[in-house]
């Protein structure tokens, strides 16, 4: 009986999402930093909560996950800071190594995010964020 009624549950859950590819922000997202590229390269996250992210390098050589406004990517650009710590959204990442970071988008926007290690982005190792309102969240939950 229980299980009739969940698959009932998924099937009209199924119905009304319909075919409209809606993604569903979350606040938990893993990125994998793979061939020097990102792995997913879009997330879609709620504004004003903590979205806590892992980072997880699989390749032989460092990257760095800087996550922000355009601003914060022309910094990096030019930036001559090798090694990234203390700000959780710019983050350096050893090879074959992982970290865990916690991100609040405070507004609903498009964040870029970028390694900056020379050549990277160019090669395409760059992604971004979508951050929706949390009402948004809220209302499609319910
Ligand atoms: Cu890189």
Known sequence: MTVLRLVGALLLAVLVSGSAPTVTPTDEAAIAFHFSRFSPDRATVPAGVPIHITLNNDDPIAHEWIVGPASIHEVHRKGTEAWHEGRPNEVSVPPYASRV???????????????????????????LVTVVSNSARVARAS
Request: charged residues 20%; glycine residues 14%; proline residues 7%.
């Open 101 to 127: 970071t916690t991100v609040v988008f405070d507004q609903p926007g498009e964040f870029a995010f970028v390694c900056h290690l020379p050549g990277h982005e160019e090669y395409g190792m760059k992604g």
